[in-house]
């Protein structure tokens, strides 16, 4: 059985190429990079945008709230940060710790999502939604899908916790760290770049 379970291993291997020496499911990482690109594509359609009207941009831009953006960063960060030890401390056999830090990865999650609605909101009561401006009408639709994407990240992780092994850890946290390489160049963009 060992050799059947070993030629299998080893025809997996050859038939997903170069995706083979990533780790996780290599599935895992083909849809990792249909969501950068969609995610790239958004934000060259933002700079395109912004480029036909920086004025107009600019003025919205002044009333989102940094300061909430900038704490959800932080949040997503750490999040991120304790998906990886989760998946380091999963590797060395630490099986309970693993699951206690993705549980604080995706309570960190949660508060992302929080501060986002608590921002949304303030939006929403100061006249800004989707339809107000270019700038906001993108703003809602680039951060809103990231926040799906959040969503479907705390499933992943919860499946991860669930079913526990080592290709599952590498799979659920790496399309974490995309959520997190996501928002790391979204926060720039809407928040921060003039």
């Known amino acids: 059985m060992s050799q059947v379970a070993s030629e299998s291993e080893a ?6 190429g170069p995706l083979s020496a990533l780790p996780g499911n290599p599935l895992m990482w083909v849809l990792i990079a249909s969501e950068l690109a969609v995610f790239g594509g958004a934000l060259i359609g933002y700079s395109g945008a912004r480029v036909r009207d920086p004025a107009g941009f600019a003025a919205a831009q002044d009333q989102l709230d940094r300061l909430a953006g900038t704490v959800n960063t932080a949040v997503l ?7 990886a030890l989760a998946g380091a401390a999963r590797e060395v056999g630490r099986r309970t710790t693993a699951r206690l830090l993705l549980g604080c990865a995706g309570a ?3 508060l992302f999502l929080v501060v986002k609605a608590f921002e949304y909101g303030h ?20 951060t809103g899908f990231h926040a799906l994407h959040v969503v479907l990240g ?3 992780l919860a499946l991860v916790a669930r ?3 080592g290709e599952n850890y590498e799979t659920g946290t790496a399309f974490w760290h995309m959520v997190d390489l996501v928002w790391i160049v979204i926060f720039p963009c809407f928040y921060l770049l003039r």
């Open 108 to 110: 960190l999650g949660v």
């Open 163 to 165: 079913f526990d092994s």
């Open 11 to 16: 025809r997996a291997e050859t038939a997903w």
């Open 77 to 83: 960060l750490t999040s991120g940060l304790c998906a």
């Open 123 to 142: 939006e929403l009561a100061a006249g800004n939604d989707i339809d107000s401006s270019p700038f906001f009408t993108l703003y809602f639709l680039v």
């Open 154 to 156: 705390l499933v992943i």
